[in-house]
Nanobody, 126 residues
Framework: VQLQASGGGTVQTGDSLRLSCAASGRTFSAYAMAWFRQSPGKEREFVASINRGGGGKYYTHPVKGRFTVSRDNAENTVYLQMNNLKPEDTGVYYC????????????????????WGRGTLVTVSS
């Protein structure tokens, strides 16, 4: 699976951004998808995941209520809608795909992911 993330940019605190990740190469709907981010000086961390059908969505606590992950299997795309952005949301955001059962999706970690896209930079200024 080839993944291409887009939609990053520089915004101010409280603004919104929508990231997209377009997939190609294999059956997109066969993969659970996740977003990770890497902030300056920190390790890459889990942000959100979504199961193959799109009905199961999971978030890291700091983004709950502000971020929404979704997918369109007909368009082979996964999205991350980010609202009320904060400076601590700054980082490079990566989308990734995993051949994972629905039961594993809430617990996906970096090592579980099978394919990664190049990141897109999000900068939130105060």
């Amino acid at each position: 699976v080839q993944l291409q993330a887009s939609g990053g940019g520089t915004v101010q605190t409280g603004d919104s951004l929508r990231l997209s990740c377009a997939a190609s190469g294999r059956t997109f709907s066969a993969y659970a998808m996740a977003w990770f981010r890497q902030s300056p000086g920190k390790e890459r961390e889990f942000v959100a995941s979504i199961n193959r059908g799109g009905g199961g969505k999971y978030y890291t606590h700091p983004v709950k209520g502000r971020f929404t992950v979704s997918r369109d299997n007909a368009e082979n795309t996964v999205y991350l809608q980010m609202n009320n952005l904060k400076p601590e949301d700054t980082g490079v955001y990566y989308c990734a795909a995993a051949d994972a059962t629905d039961q594993r999706v809430p617990f996906l970690q970096r090592g579980d992911m099978d394919y990664w896209g190049r990141g897109t930079l999000v900068t939130v200024s105060s």
